[in-house]
């Protein structure tokens, strides 16, 4: 960072620039990524360098792996009653819409409130959550902010070095 604090709107403008160059640069890592993934096999380790004895770090392809889920949970459950009955219960489930309404309704009314609008229900509890910062580029900007990330590339992409 530079050594003048920097404004409210400096900043602001600086993340919009920052948000920006963040999604053409993970554009660009995706179809990087599927070029190489079409180029070498799985298995393949590279490691780039900027010539003798100056390694940049390795970039690797690796293997397909097993990973287990469960596709049928009815199926499941059924045999495992079957063969584990002591590690099977019954749970007791509230619809996902029946829940979602009633946060829903009680986020707008600041207070817990059921989902035919009945007042303090147990269970629904109400917090604040953590203000954050959140910049959005207009598309239609997006020139006009290549143009400025192009000629403050180096400006932005300090990081106290």
């Keep these: 960072m530079s ?6 709107t400096e900043l602001a403008e600086r993340l919009l620039l920052l948000s920006a160059l963040e999604k053409r640069v993970a554009a660009m890592k995706a179809e990087t ?6 180029t070498v096999p799985p298995g393949t380790t590279l490691k780039p360098s900027l010539g003798p004895g100056e390694q940049l770090g390795t970039v690797s392809f690796t293997l397909s ?4 889920s469960v596709a049928d949970m009815d199926a499941w459950a ?5 063969n ?8 007791l489930v509230v619809a996902d819409w029946l829940t979602e309404k009633a946060l829903a309704l009680s986020t707008k009314a600041g207070r817990p409130v059921g989902p035919g609008g ?3 229900p147990p269970g629904i509890t109400l917090r604040p959550t953590a203000p954050y910062v959140s910049a959005r580029p ?8 290549w143009a400025q990330i192009r000629d403050r590339l180096p400006e932005l992409t300090e990081a106290g070095e």
Excluded at 84 to 91: E, H
């Design 3 to 8: 050594v003048r604090q920097m404004t409210p």
């Design 33 to 38: 990524q599927a070029e190489l993934k079409a």
């Design 65 to 68: 792996n097993l990973r287990a």
């Design 78 to 82: 059924a045999w495992a009653e079957k």
């Design 84 to 91: 584990y009955p002591q590690n099977v219960s019954m749970v």
């Design 118 to 120: 009945e007042l303090d």
């Design 138 to 145: 207009k598309p239609e900007a997006m020139p006009a902010l």
